[in-house]
């Protein structure tokens, strides 16, 4: 029961970390736009990425341990539940969203790291517009977790 519980904490404290950072990447990507030449907004941009990594990380860890450890409930609870399936589709859709700024950004600090300059400015907006969703959609999930929890949708 004491794992169970500290799976669970460690889950929803990656969703909480994971969503902090996203929107605080998010927030160092406007800055960027604003003022592309700043060392410091890039270093915070880069430190938020890097939590978010590691939220996602954790969130995904947590989560299979959650589903396939028989710590709460069956694996079968979660794979015959609708909001499950929806749930897993919304942090997959997050992750495939994802693809493009990481690709960005690891480039953006090979360059920096050779001294060259990193932000291709053309690509901010693409940058801001993916963040702004993935944030919305790390929104959306907790609710459906919730009903999910609840075995609404079973078949």
């Given at each position: ?13 990656a969703?909480a ?7 605080a ?69 997050v ?8 690709v ?31 944030v ?20």
């Amino acid at each position: 029961m004491l794992l169970a519980a500290f799976v669970a904490a460690l889950h929803y404290l990656a969703l909480a970390v994971g969503f902090g950072s996203v929107f605080a990447r998010g927030l160092r990507l406007r800055d960027l736009r604003r003022a592309s030449s700043n060392d410091e907004v890039l270093a915070r941009l880069f430190r938020a990425d890097s939590a978010w990594g590691i939220a996602a990380l954790l969130w995904l860890g947590t989560g299979l341990v959650r589903v396939f450890g028989g710590l709460e409930r069956s694996s079968a609870f979660y794979l015959r539940n609708g909001f499950f399936l929806l749930k897993m589709g919304l942090f997959v859709t997050v992750l495939a969203l994802e693809i493009v700024p990481m690709v960005t950004f690891i480039r953006w600090r090979i360059a920096r790291a050779s001294g060259g300059a990193p932000v291709a400015e053309a690509k901010l907006g693409v940058l801001i517009r993916l963040n702004d969703l993935e944030v919305t959609l790390i929104v959306l999930i907790p609710f459906v977790a919730s009903l999910m929890a609840r075995g609404v949708w079973l078949f």
